[in-house]
T-cell receptor, first 114, second 113 residues
Framework: AQTVTQSQPEMSVQEAETVTLSCTYD???????LFWYKQPPSRQMILVIR??????QNATENRFSVNFQKAAKSFSLKISDSQLGDAAMYFC???????????FGTGTSLTVIP | KAGVTQTPRYLIKTRGQQVTLSCSPI?????VSWYQQTPGQGLQFLFE???????NKGNFPGRFSGRQFSNSRSEMNVSTLELGDSALYLC????????????FGDGTRLSIL
């Protein structure tokens, strides 16, 4: 079974600084998708970034980038120039290549300090 | 384009009752997935519907059921409610092609007294 592990329940970062959130996963598949979702107190899950496993290039979306290490089954999220609006719960998620069933990590609560 | 709409936003029920939650996907999306989010268990997959058929199912008891209509709107039903069913229920829609990302609604907060 696929599992997703986020070992950092809480993280904090100074405004304008950079923070990295960790995620590891376990799968026997070779093709799959990885995601980072953000859930602010408003509780809506917002897609931050996604990575296709067959792509070697790390995905980037503005201030958000990932470090995808397929062999190590690691998928970390780097947030640059942190802003107050980045404060939220961040979930790492895995999806099989041909399915819509997501496996989520337990989340990392990010606090941004002004 | 309107997002995923879930109704109601809040619901209070008592043990033994049943409840129906509704999810309207983004226009054009044919896949609807349901998740249960609790502080202890995190986000857990309930099931996915695609073109009115259940395509994937998580490890939840038969008290949890769902259906999807021809307009892709989906309902989730929980019968014989238990205290442990208190949770945020999230619905997500996508094109269902296995490539497109899922888009989530704001969820329904279900509290069992």
């Amino acid at each position: 079974a696929q599992t997703v592990t986020q070992s950092q329940p809480e993280m904090s970062v100074q405004e304008a600084e950079t923070v990295t959130l960790s995620c590891t996963y376990d799968t026997s598949e070779s093709d799959y998708y990885l995601f980072w979702y953000k859930q602010p107190p408003s509780r809506q899950m917002i897609l931050v970034i996604r990575q296709e496993a067959y792509k070697q290039q790390n995905a980037t979306e503005n201030r958000f980038s990932v470090n995808f290490q397929k062999a190590a089954k690691s998928f970390s999220l780097k947030i640059s120039d942190s802003q107050l609006g980045d404060a939220a719960m961040y979930f790492c998620a895995y999806s099989q290549y041909t399915g819509n069933q997501f496996y989520f990590g337990t989340g990392t609560s990010l606090t941004v300090i002004p | 384009k309107a997002g995923v709409t879930q109704t109601p936003r809040y619901l209070i029920k008592t043990r033994g009752q049943q409840v129906t939650l509704s999810c309207s996907p983004i226009s054009g999306h044919r896949s609807v997935s349901w998740y249960q989010q609790t502080p202890g268990q995190g986000l857990q997959f309930l099931f996915e519907y695609f073109s009115e058929t259940q395509r994937n199912k998580g490890n939840f008891p038969g008290r949890f059921s769902g259906r999807q209509f021809s307009n892709s709107r989906s309902e989730m039903n929980v019968s014989t409610l238990e205290l442990g069913d208190s949770a945020l229920y999230l619905c997500a829609s996508s094109l269902g092609d296995g490539i497109s990302s899922q888009h989530f609604g704001d969820g329904t907060r279900l509290s069992i007294l």
